[in-house]
């Protein structure tokens, strides 16, 4: 994102990652649906893989130029975590917490500009 500004005055800098101010929050559902995508695709990868049909199932599976990189330059490990990578951008939300004040921003969908922020009650 790169800058987030806080309600107190602070500015949280996500440039570099990882960033001890940024994370990420999922619901169990989420968690649960990206883990069988993530388990069904792997073990669908696996099975290209016996049958020899890995470089049809990488080039229908990944966007753009990926497949024409693969086994050469993308081995069948890079495979199998950019299919994890995948499943977990998939859902969730953005959180950003200011070192200054405490207060926790919540992204109400992910990709949107959208935040609930709470405070810190003593
Ligand atoms: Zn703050």
Request: glycine share 4%.
């Amino acid at each position: 994102m790169g800058t987030f500004a806080c309600r107190c005055g602070y500015i949280i800098r996500d440039n570099d990652y990882p960033c001890p101010l940024t994370g990420q929050l999922k619901w169990q559902t989420e968690t649960e649906s990206e883990s069988e995508e993530r388990n069904s695709d792997v073990k669908d990868f696996l099975a290209a893989l016996e049958n020899e049909s890995d470089k049809d199932w990488v080039k229908n599976y990944f966007a753009g130029r990926y497949f024409e990189l693969y086994p050469d330059q993308i081995t069948i490990g890079d495979v199998i975590e950019d299919i994890a990578s995948r499943a977990s951008n998939k859902d969730g939300r953005c959180v950003y917490r200011c070192p200054e004040c405490e207060r926790i921003y919540i992204q109400r969908e992910f990709y949107t500009d959208d935040w609930t922020c709470y405070e810190k009650v003593e």
